[in-house]
């Protein structure tokens, strides 16, 4: 194996687990705004009714922990398909 492709292989893998990380961050980032937007809106007697919307919203977010685990089984299997190549 040539320096250039081992070179190459460290860039790939360092862009896959930055991908990782900034889909991870941005979904924690997403889920505080979130949280911090619906405490903040008034609360409306007419109008817009925000229940079914917000409980939509909170059961996909129940999803986080799964979306993280997936993320991270993505990133192992890429370094391991990635050792099986050299």
Do not use: C, H, K, W
Not at 14 to 32: C, D, E, W, Y
Not at 39 to 51: C, D, F, H, K, Q
Not at 57 to 69: G, K, R, T, Y
Request: charged letters at 10%; glycine letters at 6%.
């Amino acid at each position: 194996m040539t320096q250039p492709e081992i070179v190459t292989r460290s860039a790939s893998q360092m862009a896959s687990f930055n991908q990782m990380v900034t889909a991870a961050v941005t979904l924690i980032v997403g889920i505080l705004i979130f949280n911090q937007v619906q405490t903040a809106l008034p609360s409306t007697s007419g109008g817009i009714n925000e229940t079914p919307i917000v409980s939509t919203i909170e059961s996909a977010f129940d999803l986080a922990p799964v979306v993280l685990i997936v993320l991270i089984a993505g990133l192992i299997l890429a370094q391991v398909g990635g050792f099986r190549r050299s």
